[in-house]
């Protein structure tokens, strides 16, 4: 099927530009919690009456550790806090460093002083130090099991963002398998890391488990695991899908054009120009693209040669499809195949120029032959030889021709 793996390029483009903004929010939000869990610790150290937190994580294999700080490190740690309350992330962070330096600091305290400085990191979107403060918070051990395995999440999600995808995909099976967590939006995230490493049944197997276990499974979810699909050429499971989100999203352009994308990648050519014309009747046509993607599906069905000089024109008319090579050949060749000759020659006249070499202008060389236009003809086939062409010895034949 011609442009089928631009098509899917196309699609997983797009899926993976939605999951990059979907995978900052996760993050943003999960450091919005985080604060206010590090504000009830430092309210905690305080003095104040600390109210239970509930366990995230109860099925966790690691235990988790009694989030003390010493009495000699707290009044550094309190410090630390107020500098990150008040806005005053480089000292925040400076202090941070300073208190995973201290030689009588313990796990908590080293852990939590690495917690707030990837908060300050991430807050200066300084991703590479948050990811190594995030490391550090690890690796000391000493925060409570929801601290820990949000710390471990964040940093998933940081290295799937910084397009460090082994890194994540690591992280994510670590966070899986201590924390024994089954939540459909952690389980996508590992599933993300798979299709960015193009392991695409293993990431199809996560992420239908996610969707199954999820009543209400996100539209990005759903994308991703057909883009999973498409990219194992399972069509019929793409289309299946494709359909139930568009159902949903009847209004929502990028559905529509997954579906139709869906469509064509099972060269369900009439069902793929149904859900695009649908678009283009709603007016959700404002890209080129859209536009060469109906007329190339008209291109590949038979007897469709009206509709794809209707499309070209519309987008032509709107000043959406530029008047470019592509375009002029494409409404030359509908126009020829249509038995509109006239107008055949009108478009090939203004494709030729445009080509990269002399394919064009040998077309227009034979239809102007075939209807008679001798020196027409001829200057068309100079022009083909000029510009270079496969067999020119066919651009010869009719410069040879009798006749001016």
Do not use: C
Not at 143 to 167: K, P, R, V
Not at 185 to 194: F, P, S, T
Not at 373 to 400: C, S
């Amino acid at each position: 099927m011609k442009n089928s793996a631009s098509r899917r390029t196309v699609l997983t483009v797009a899926i993976a530009t939605v999951l990059a903004f979907g995978v900052v929010a996760e993050v943003s939000a999960q450091a919005a919690a985080r604060a206010q869990e590090r504000r009830a610790r430092a309210d905690q150290q305080r003095g104040a009456k600390a109210e239970k937190v509930e366990a995230k994580y109860p099925e966790a294999t690691r235990t988790s550790p009694d989030a003390k700080a010493s009495a000699k490190v707290t009044p550094k740690l309190q410090k630390m806090v107020k500098a990150y309350d008040d806005a005053k992330a480089d000292e925040a962070r400076a202090l941070a460093d300073e208190i995973i330096a201290t030689a009588t600091a313990n796990a908590y305290d080293r852990s939590f002083a690495a917690q707030i400085g990837a908060q300050a990191a991430y807050d200066a979107d300084d991703t590479a130090t948050a990811m190594k403060y995030l490391k550090q918070a690890i690796e000391f051990n000493g925060l409570d099991n929801n601290a820990h395995f949000d710390a471990m999440m964040m940093l998933g999600q940081l290295q799937l963002q910084e397009d460090q995808y082994a890194e994540a995909l690591a992280t994510f099976d670590r966070f899986l398998a201590e924390s024994k967590s089954s939540k459909p939006e952690q389980l996508v995230l590992k599933g993300n890391a798979l299709y960015r490493l193009e392991r695409f049944p293993e990431a199809s197997a996560v992420l239908k488990q996610a969707v199954d276990a999820s009543p209400e499974p996100k539209a990005d979810w759903l994308q991703l695991l057909m883009g999973t699909y498409f990219e194992m050429g399972k069509s019929a499971e793409a289309a299946k899908l494709a359909e139930s989100i568009a159902a949903k999203n009847p209004a929502d352009k990028r559905s529509q054009s997954n579906l139709a994308a869906a469509y064509l990648q099972g060269e369900m050519y009439p069902q793929a120009a149904a859900v695009m014309e649908k678009m283009r009747a709603a007016g959700l046509f404002t890209e080129e693209k859209d536009y060469r993607q109906l007329y190339a599906t008209y291109a590949n069905m038979d007897g469709k040669e009206k509709e794809v000089t209707s499309v070209i024109k519309e987008g032509l008319d709107k000043g959406i499809l530029k008047p470019d090579f592509q375009t002029y050949l494409a409404l030359g060749q509908s126009y020829y195949f249509s038995e509109q000759v006239p107008q055949a020659i009108e478009a090939y006249q203004k494709a030729a120029p445009l080509a990269p070499d002399g394919e064009a202008y040998l077309n227009l060389a034979k239809i102007l032959w075939q209807e008679d236009r001798i020196p027409e003809a001829k200057e068309a086939a100079r022009q083909a030889v000029a510009k270079g062409v496969k067999k020119p010895e066919d651009a010869r034949k009719i410069i040879a021709l009798p006749g001016k």
